[in-house]
């Protein structure tokens, strides 16, 4: 009997581990390994041609410290997520009740939402290039047919760059998030807001006390993945600003591709990319324990 | 239930859904004017303006986008395969089959939704390198086969599966990839299709890699090409350039707008499990 079962068992084993075998020599290939060495080679210097990597120590996390880059870079990044994550989840939000509302032409609604998210972001930037170009904009004519203003060049002055790359990110991302809240909307029993419709709730109340507080699972899920993009999505840098000007609109993971893939210096790159992964796991362990608390699950 | 009384509220929402929806779709509104326009009606709206197909032409004419199309499709078609391929089996294993070290690796599984190959883009660089794989479309695919999220998925789902249909197909005596073949699969179709539509835009559209490890007219996908295109400073018509922005995600957007109420469905079921 137990002989018979441990055999069972065993082959349960083999089994198991062979199905799981292509899928982990892929996973492990392409991101643990890659993941351990890039902590490995941050200690290193860049091999050039025939000089091999050189242990360096702590040198390449010196020069982190004293590049004003970085730091500007870093500055920039948070700058990104603040501004963008908030306000695509809140539109995502408000979309989502729309959409899920008897509202005429909802199918119009839905789809007006929800079309930049298929579209690739490189396409997204080529078309709002466009609306950004002084003068001859579609902004810039509107703001000067409106309000008289003369041109500005959105793209082009440090102060504005960013911000002009974090508005075509919330116009792609938040009929993404939509979907989400939408799914979400649509498993809350209707018996719950009839009832509070009843007693006489407005919807004011009725999103707040019992809509909002039934989807927190979804806004912990749409928030991780919002950090997981910001750090992320940089497609639109290079067509939008290339980073510029003067590093004004340069993310984290652009500055890497830079360091690494124009200025080849693969060393460095591996130390910035140490923070990048340092960045999101502790974003990752922060949002779970801030959410874990206020989230409540059916 | 039926027809609730006109009400100030409603209508106030009914405009402010409807004017942002508006401001939703007008880039992509005016990116179909400037294309299917002449250069000269970029920015002046008459109703008049002639119609014209130039500036697909002209696009068409001025880079290999037909090669283009071609790399993506390659490109497309090998991941959603391979992913298939390795999640299922993957799956199939963390969902029915008690073996050491299940929850240990299913946690690295995990992490990759965490810590992605888009991020470790110079490591593994120096990996295809290594590999002599740089400049080819399946360099591009690689690190995207063994999908973290794909896994996930399929697994969710192949629970849901319930087990005296596999002890029924065992007695029959059906093999153990047999049974996968046999049961889990077809029960799986919706999830499938989910994670096909949401695997297929994902990468129809990514840049960043395949810019990368690419550096030819024979391995480019799309987006790299269409960046290439439109980076060349030679005064190219901005018409010009819409037109091959939208000709790059037409077949997205075609299928898009016809499967609509699918694709939703899809990214709803891929997001929620």
Redesign the interface.
């Known amino acids: 009997m137990t002989s018979h079962r441990s055999v069972r068992f065993r082959r349960d084993w083999i089994h198991g581990w062979l199905l799981l075998l292509p899928a982990m020599v892929f996973l492990f290939a392409f991101t643990h390994i890659p993941a351990i060495t890039t902590i490995i080679n941050s200690f290193y210097s860049t091999p050039r041609g025939r000089r091999e990597a050189k242990f360096l120590g702590l040198t390449n996390y010196e020069r982190l410290l004293d590049d004003a880059v970085f730091w500007k870079v870093l500055g920039n990044n948070l700058w990104f997520a603040l501004g963008t994550i908030p306000v695509s989840v809140a539109l995502a939000i408000v979309m989502a009740l729309w959409v899920n509302d008897k509202m005429a032409g909802r199918g119009f609604l839905r789809m007006a939402f929800f079309t930049p998210t298929v579209l690739p972001l490189i396409a997204v930037a080529n078309i709002w290039l466009f609306f950004y170009t002084p003068g001859f904009g579609l902004i810039d004519q509107l703001t000067s047919a409106l309000f008289g203003w003369s041109s500005v060049n959105w793209l082009g002055d440090p102060a504005t760059a960013l911000n002009a790359v974090i508005v075509v990110t919330v116009w792609k991302e938040a009929g993404f998030f939509m979907i989400f809240y939408l799914a979400a909307l649509q498993a809350i029993p209707v018996t719950l807001t009839e009832a509070a419709r009843i007693e006489g709730a407005s919807r004011w109340t009725i999103f707040w006390r019992i809509t909002f507080p039934l989807m927190m699972p979804t806004t912990l899920f749409v928030s991780i993945n919002a950090v997981i993009n910001s750090f992320r999505l940089v497609d639109h840098i290079f067509i939008l600003t290339d980073g510029g000007p003067d590093n004004a609109s340069s993310l984290l993971l652009f500055y890497i591709y830079e360091t690494a893939f124009r200025f080849w210096e693969t060393g460095y790159g591996a130390t910035l990319t140490v923070v990048l992964l340092l960045l999101l796991s502790l974003m990752a362990i922060g949002q779970f324990f801030l959410f874990d608390r206020r989230v409540h699950y059916k | 239930m039926t027809g609730r009384p006109f009400s100030l509220?409603q209508t106030l929402?009914?405009l402010?859904?409807?004017l942002?929806?508006?401001l939703?779709?007008l880039?992509?509104v005016?990116?179909v004017w400037?294309a299917i326009h002449p250069g000269a009606y970029e920015?002046r709206f008459v109703l008049t303006a002639p119609l014209t197909a130039d500036n697909f032409i002209a696009a068409w004419n001025a880079a290999p986008f037909a090669r283009y199309f071609l790399n993506t499709f390659l490109l497309v078609t090998l991941i959603l395969a391979g992913q298939f391929?390795?999640?299922t089996?993957?799956a199939?294993?963390?969902a029915r089959?008690?073996?050491?070290g299940?929850s240990i690796?299913f946690t690295?599984?995990l992490?990759?939704?965490?810590?992605?190959?888009?991020?470790?883009?110079?490591?593994?660089?120096?990996?295809m390198r290594l590999l002599d794989l740089v400049d080819t479309i399946p360099a591009i695919a690689?690190?995207y086969?063994?999908s973290?999220f794909g896994?996930f998925l399929l697994r969710q789902t192949f629970l849901t599966i319930p087990r005296e249909l596999d002890e029924a197909a065992r007695i029959e005596g059906a093999s153990?990839l047999g049974i996968l073949w046999r049961v889990y699969i077809p029960l799986a179709k919706p999830t499938y299709l989910a994670y096909g539509l949401v695997s297929v835009?994902h990468h129809?559209?990514?840049?960043?890699w395949p810019?990368?490890v690419t550096n030819s007219e024979e391995t480019r996908p799309?987006?790299v090409g269409?960046?290439i295109f439109?980076?060349i400073d030679s005064g190219i018509e901005?018409s010009v350039?819409?037109a091959a922005?939208?000709m790059?995600?037409a077949p997205?957007?075609i299928a898009?707008?016809l499967f609509?109420r699918q694709?939703?469905q899809s990214?709803?079921r891929a997001?929620?499990k």
């Open positions: 509220d929402n009914t402010a859904a409807w942002l929806a508006l939703w779709i880039p992509l005016y990116a400037t920015a391929l390795l999640c089996l993957a199939y294993a963390f089959f008690r073996f050491p299940r690796l690295l599984v992490l990759q939704l965490l810590v992605m190959p888009d991020i470790l883009i110079v490591e593994n660089y120096k990996t690689l690190p086969i063994a973290g896994i153990i835009s129809w559209n990514n840049f960043l810019l990368i799309v987006t269409l960046s439109s980076a901005w350039i819409n922005t939208l790059t995600t997205l957007l898009f707008l609509q694709f939703v990214f709803m997001g929620i």
